[in-house]
T-cell receptor
Framework: QKEVEQDPGPLSVPEGAIVSLNCTYS??????FMWYRQYSRKGPELLMY????GNKEDGRFTAQVDKSSKYISLFIRDSQPSDSATYLC???????????????FGRGTQLTVWP | DTEVTQTPKHLVMGMTNKKSLKCEQH?????MYWYKQKAKKPPELMFV???????INESVPSRFSPECPNSSLLNLHLHALQPEDSALYLC??????????????FGPGTRLLVL
């Protein structure tokens, strides 16, 4: 079992829809949770960054973390065609016996928002 | 400014060539990373530099040779690559590599094709 599970989709929705993207994880050591957006043939762009359980809102985007269930979500309201991209969840933890942290990525969910 | 720049954007090389990828950031970050990303896959960590010292090498073949000349620059020297090394090579940086909370910012990547 991978440490971070994410449904790769593809997910296709009409413009204006609410989009829900999710990841589950198994490692209780994960402390910080991120969502990256990656357009085709481009580098990942940081969208949201959360630490504690609960919700964090930024414009049309809401990130939700439930540490007790080991489940994170990203909601996109009023989705736009420009939101069409791959969304990667990522979580960070320190290596055992190390002071260095690293990111663990989900597979990414490919989203298409059609006009 | 959260910009990480990478050059070149595209690179085509033969298996006997020697080439270098370059990455630059001016955010005062002291940790820099190289990732490799294949199509429809998440980024895979290759190397981590912390305070200009190589801290993590994810058992990457020696045909990839990283270099960190100073805190703002990161190079990846390529020699005798194989066609299976064709991928998007991403550079990232974070304030430090010392904690799980450090957010990583990615560059746009160099798309490498090995013939």
């Amino acid at each position: 079992q991978k440490e971070v599970e994410q449904d790769p989709g593809p997910l296709s929705v009409p413009e204006g829809a609410i989009v829900s993207l999710n990841c589950t994880y198994s490692n209780s050591a994960f402390q910080y949770f991120m969502w990256y957006r990656q357009y085709s043939r481009k580098g990942p762009e940081l969208l949201m960054y959360t630490y504690s359980s609960g919700n964090k809102e930024d414009g049309r985007f809401t990130a939700q973390v439930d540490k007790s269930s080991k489940y994170i979500s990203l909601f996109i309201r009023d989705s736009q065609p420009s939101d069409s991209a791959t969304y990667l969840c990522a979580m960070s933890a320190r290596d055992r016996g190390s002071t260095l942290g690293r990111l663990y990525f989900g597979r990414g969910t490919q989203l298409t928002v059609w006009p | 400014d959260t910009e990480v720049t990478q050059t070149p954007k595209h690179l085509v090389m033969g298996m006997t060539n020697k080439k270098s990828l370059k990455c630059e950031q001016h955010m005062g970050h002291r940790a820099m990373y190289w990732y490799k990303q294949k199509a429809k896959k998440p980024p895979e960590l290759m190397f981590v530099y912390s305070y200009e010292k190589l801290s993590i090498n994810e058992s990457v073949p020696s045909r990839f040779s990283p270099e960190c000349p100073n805190s703002s620059l990161l190079n990846l020297h390529l020699h005798a690559l194989q066609p299976e090394d064709s991928a998007l090579y991403l550079c990232a940086s974070s304030l430090t590599a010392g904690g799980a909370q450090e957010t990583q910012y990615f560059g746009p990547g160099t798309r490498l094709l090995v013939l």
